[in-house]
């Protein structure tokens, strides 16, 4: 998509008042110039009224305009940014995944300024190319013959002009793709602190041949790309010069141009030079765009299908969930080959807690993301109640059984999302009983703080998902961080207690001295489910 197809797309009446407000401007300017011009060779006697009358609809209409195009720009900004998000959303986990945070954060903060100031630009092309048109049109009624020299001159000047121009296209490609790299080097940099103050030589490494290098060389193309823009920018003005030298000096040695025309001329060609060079200059930020343009689209983010856009009934209870035979293969990290999970079988029932355990890279995370629908199966089905789900609307729906703590879950400073009168309450008695109340409180629905050690804001993530009442609970390693006392507490009460409540758990863990409490031991290795363990055969001695 094009920025002008863009911009009729989103703000089609907002363009239209820029354009109309524009073209007024412009044409006040060519009639204030005209009038200008006939004044200084004494044709404009008792013209003074018009004057002011032309003077007044300029400065109204440039105000007009200039309201519009800051209106419509920060309208669009607002738009984009509110779009990508929901975009974001509806896009498949596995894909945001691939892409990297870094990517994502490029597109939100800084492809979505240069796009939104690029549609801005173009209703400004509008309007300055009205006022040079009234000029030439003035111009035209001067003289002909010296407007078709002009124009002549002009076009050798702007040829020579959009030579470099592309040039520095090319370079603001080449810089936005440093600029996705160097985003990256800062995510390494805030993720990998403590590494890096540990290690003297990889911290050195990091600094030079990362950091370093690719920031030196993100500035030499944007040095380069500005440098070009700058040498333009001062052969536009050398070009305006010497129109104007070859109007005043050259051209009357020719004889049958009048100084009244020449005049004319030479007020007009000074007065087009700030619409021309902002002509000019406005390819700079229209490529800009251009290229955030092209980062945007070539995210492959996906669209909300339109039978998710409105409420959406979630289920509060199931009787029986299946995979059957479901495959799905990606790419792990350091690896060349694609790893294949599946195919996989295994049911869930209400009221019954399961195990899921296995070596490191065995898949688990994995399957979990399959289980609860974050990521869809390559083939094979997913089958709730006897039904395979296979439109959005089923997927969408499917998902709302689930309340899940990954190892990377995110903690939310505020109870989005749950509309319950007994909310507060609620919270308390499960600070109570994660032993947090002397850490945080819960305040108009939100919590008082999530700066809070690794454990603890693992129980905070434990509340909120206790809080959402699912019929299915995942937990991805959630004891791993937990001292001995709230591993016992997560084991021994907190998961009996679910399935009390005919809540069905699936637990992925290492702990081995717990497994004899779980309903059913699924083990997963290279991508395979093993023949079902019996947790009580694994009790540990002296228990």
């Known amino acids: 998509m094009n920025l002008l197809r863009m911009l009729l797309r989103n703000s089609r009446l907002a363009l239209v008042l820029a354009v109309v407000t524009g073209l007024a401007s412009g044409a006040s ?21 018009y004057f002011a009358a032309l003077c007044a609809a300029a400065l109204l209409s440039r105000f007009a305009s200039h309201a519009v195009l800051n209106w419509m720009h920060h309208g669009l900004v607002f738009q984009m940014r509110t779009e990508l998000g929901t975009r974001m959303l509806a896009t498949p986990l596995r894909r945001l995944e691939d892409l990297g945070s870094h990517r994502l954060l490029a ?19 509008i309007i300055h190319l009205a006022i040079l048109l009234g000029c030439l049109g003035y111009m035209a009624w001067l003289s002909r013959p010296l407007l078709l020299t002009t124009l002549g001159f002009m076009a050798v000047g702007i040829a020579t002009y959009m030579l470099p121009a592309r040039r520095s296209l090319g370079l603001m490609r080449t810089a936005r793709e440093l600029y996705d790299r160097l985003l990256k080097h800062f995510d390494t940099l805030s993720e990998g602190t403590k590494e890096l103050k540990m290690h003297r030589e990889r911290r050195l490494a990091f600094l030079r041949e990362d950091l370093v290098g690719t920031s030196a060389s993100l500035r030499r193309v944007d040095a380069l790309s500005g440098a070009i823009d700058a040498a333009n920018s001062s052969w536009g003005m050398l070009l305006f010069f010497a129109i104007i030298g070859l109007l005043l000096f050259v051209m009357p040695t020719f004889g049958g141009i009048d100084s009244a025309t020449l005049t004319g001329f030479s007020l007009t060609i000074l007065y087009m030079q700030q619409p021309l060079d902002s002509v000019l200059n406005s390819f700079h930020g229209v490529g800009q765009a251009t290229v955030a343009l092209g980062k945007l689209e070539a995210l492959g983010l996906g669209e909300e299908p339109p039978e998710l856009q409105g409420p959406l009934e979630a289920p509060r209870a199931f009787e029986r969930l299946e995979l059957r035979a479901i495959t799905h293969a990606y790419r792990r990290e350091h690896e060349d080959g694609r790893f294949l999970l599946g195919p996989i079988d295994l049911a869930l029932r209400p009221g019954e807690l399961v195990f899921l355990v296995g070596g490191n890279g065995s898949g688990k995370t994995t399957l979990a993301k399959l289980l609860i629908g974050l990521y869809t199966p390559e083939s094979g089905a997913v089958v709730l109640d006897g039904k395979p789900l296979a439109s959005e609307q089923d997927w969408e729906r499917y998902r709302q059984l689930f309340s899940s703590v990954f190892v990377d879950f995110c903690l939310f400073d505020r109870m989005l999302g749950l509309e319950r009168q007994d909310l507060t309450e609620a919270a308390q008695r499960y600070l109570e009983r994660l032993q947090l109340t002397h850490k945080v409180r819960i305040e108009g629905g939100a919590l008082s703080t999530t700066r809070l050690s690794q454990g603890q804001r693992k129980r905070l993530a434990l509340l909120t998902a206790y809080l959402e009442d699912r019929p299915i609970y995942l937990f991805d390693e959630w004891a791993a961080d937990q001292d001995p006392v709230f591993k016992a507490l997560f084991y021994e009460q907190l998961l009996p207690d679910l399935k009390r409540r005919g809540k069905a758990v699936l637990v992925i863990t290492h702990d081995d001295r717990y497994f004899h409490l779980a309903d059913r031991l699924l083990r997963l290795e290279y991508g395979q489910l093993l023949p079902e363990e019996t947790p009580q055969a694994l009790r540990p001695h002296g228990s």
């Not at 597109?107 to 092309?125: E, H, K, N, R, Y």
């Open 29 to 49: 300017s060519a009639g204030l110039l005209a009038m200008t011009g006939a004044a200084l060779v004494g044709k404009a006697q008792g013209m003074g009224w």
């Open 107 to 125: 597109a939100l903060t800084g492809d979505i300024s240069f796009v939104g100031a690029g549609l801005m630009l173009l209703p400004q092309l």
